[in-house]
């Protein structure tokens, strides 16, 4: 076309012809570069979105229907363009800009249109409750990743005009540089792959990794980084490859039992203990939740010291009930009775050893919500009826003096005659 322009345009005059020809196909080209980017961005984009957005109920993916549908009516553009400078330009210097730079505008926007199908591929699949909780996202950038190096390689042997293969064997030479460069994203990929593999952490999972303050629910999982929002809401970013390296701890499962540890003792004053009296025994045999244990310990104990001979008949041969085992039966009835707590998991009242702080009574059992609020609202219901009933087996809770009870010791007045 350019040379058809050039012979009419010397039919008027032959100084500025050449150049002439090559500004009206320049301006030919991109006055149908406008008008077909006015046809495609105003007048079909907007329609083919608005039909999408009928259907995009579940996925919600209109936003991104939209990116893919932008940068494809972009390659369209540069194909155009490449096809219009072959077919209305005459070989030469300006013929391979053109194109060139037309090449290169295609590759750019089909790597963006590759990267709209992956985040269309990753929405799709985040909303699938199967694979929703993998960390899909870093596999997804590991692919972006590689697809921009190929990419960048195609369009830099485009703009040197070597073959490609030229450029790969030269990053044999490269590879210490490029594992230098890229270090953090592929040992992101290797954890990532592991992490997926092994099934170690997934979105939503409760992390703990007291080495980075993360103590939280992971939000993300991309190649380099996994988010936590603490339940302070602050964020916490961690390198990904550390979920390999160190060690970490993930509540997921406590959560999926659907029951919570309840581990914690309070400590008794051990002068408080002692062997029950009768009429004790009676007074406590009449809670509905003591009468079995009781009754089964009193014939067990009288059988005991039945058998003894009469000689043997002294308090230190005998059995008796003391007050801090019956008191450990009454918590763990009470908390196999409580609505509350986990049946089908351990319930356990112990002792551990003694300390300067007295005798401590640790109760360990489980919870039947794994919810933060509640879990909390139900152990300290638990401990504040323990509390409150301890002194009704005459015993005491250990407590170092306060200042309190320091001011209320009354000293012996001093005789001030002399």
């Known amino acids: ?16 012809a050449q150049i002439t020809s090559l500004l009206l196909v320049l301006l030919i080209i991109v006055i149908v570069a406008v008008v077909l980017h006015f046809i495609l961005h105003k007048l079909v984009l907007p329609k083919m979105a608005k ?11 209109s936003f991104e229907i939209k ?57 799709g699949m985040r909303s699938s409750s199967s694979l929703g909780r993998l960390p899909l996202k870093g596999i997804f950038q590991s692919l972006k990743l590689a697809a921009s190096v190929l990419i960048g390689i195609m369009i830099i042997s485009l703009l040197i005009g070597k073959s490609p293969l030229i450029l790969l064997s030269g990053l044999g030479a490269m590879t210490a540089v490029l594992m230098l460069v890229f270090k953090d994203p592929i040992m992101g990929l290797v954890a990532g792959i592991q992490l997926s593999a092994n099934n170690m952490i997934t979105l939503g999972d409760w992390l703990e990794m007291p080495k980075y303050g993360a103590d939280g629910a992971v939000i993300d999982i991309s190649l380099t980084t996994v988010k936590v929002r603490n339940w302070d809401n602050t964020v916490t970013t961690i390198p990904t490859y550390a979920l390999i390296s160190d060690s970490f701890k993930n509540w997921q499962e406590m959560t999926n039992s ?4 309840i581990k914690r003792s309070l400590s008794v004053d051990i002068t408080s203990i002692h062997f029950l009296s009768q009429q004790q025994q009676e007074d406590l045999e009449k809670a509905q939740l003591l ?21 043997s008949k002294v308090p230190l041969n005998q059995r008796g009930m003391t007050n801090v085992g019956t008191f450990r039966a009454y918590v763990e009835a009470y908390l196999k009775n ?10 356990m009242v112990r002792q551990l050893a003694p300390t300067n702080d007295g005798l401590p009574i640790e109760i360990y059992a489980f919870s039947n919500t794994t919810a933060w609020v509640q879990y909390e609202a139900i152990q300290s219901d638990i401990f504040d009826h323990i509390f409150a009933i301890l002194p009704q087996f005459g015993l005491r809770v250990h407590q170092s003096p306060t200042g309190n009870d320091v001011r209320s010791i009354k000293l012996p007045v001093e005789n001030s005659v002399h």
């Not at 409580?338 to 319930?347: A, G, L």
């Open 338 to 347: 409580h609505p509350n707590i986990h049946k089908q998991m351990t319930i």
């Open 291 to 311: 009468e079995p244990y009781i009754k089964n310990k009193a014939d067990e104990i009288k059988h005991f010291n039945a058998e003894l001979s009469e000689d």
């Open 67 to 123: 990116k893919l549908l932008s940068r494809f009516a972009f390659l369209i553009q540069g194909i155009v363009v490449n096809i219009q400078a072959l077919l209305w330009m005459g070989p030469g210097k300006i013929q391979e800009i053109l194109t060139t730079s037309a090449q290169a505008w295609c590759l750019i926007f089909g790597l963006l249109m590759i990267f709209s199908v992956m985040d269309l591929c990753l929405q």
């Open 51 to 61: 039909l999408f957005s009928k259907f995009d109920k579940k996925w919600q993916i």
């Open 258 to 261: 659907g029951g919570r540890r």
């Open 1 to 16: 076309m350019q040379q058809q322009l050039l012979t009419w345009i010397r039919q008027f005059t032959e100084e500025y």
